[in-house]
């Protein structure tokens, strides 16, 4: 619907482990106009500074909780709202430095009341966006 505004313009959130690795966070905006069950969500084609991310590497925050997105698919009474961006959480990286990263997301939603054939319509929008790192410590 509206490719540009995809991934929200705002600064990376990093979270710096014990362990020495690294996570960041950004927003994603749902590629629809009306709220969709969270069990549609898609997300592929994520890269952080042009290297890929497996979706191993990922969790979402729903209601508060960060889960990972490979457990997303089970979720029957969640749902993904137009006015809540949804934030991404990529782990496992090594030290993010100063400045601006380079983030790609493609995000999917199942639309389950647009049937083609056998299958829902999945709607999906690609961005990459340079974001500025966060200065801020993460809380």
């Keep these: ?8 313009p705002e600064e990376l959130g990093v979270e710096e482990s014990t362990a020495g690795t690294t996570a960041v966070t950004f927003r994603v905006r749902l590629p629809w106009y009306r709220a969709l069950p969270m069990d549609g969500l898609h997300l592929s084609g994520i890269a952080f500074d042009g290297r890929p991310v497996g979706p191993g590497q990922l969790d979402v925050e729903i209601d508060g909780a960060w889960m990972p997105y490979e457990k997303v698919a089970g979720l029957r009474d969640a749902w993904w709202f137009v006015l809540d961006p949804l934030r991404v959480r990529i782990r496992d990286l090594q030290q993010v430095a100063e400045g601006e990263h380079e ?37």
């Design 1 to 8: 619907m509206f490719p540009d505004r995809l991934i929200v």
């Design 103 to 139: 983030v790609t997301a493609t995000v999917g939603a199942r639309v389950p009341y647009i049937v083609l054939g056998t299958k829902a319509l999945v709607i999906t929008e690609t961005l990459t966006r340079a974001l500025p790192r966060s200065t801020r410590s993460a809380a």
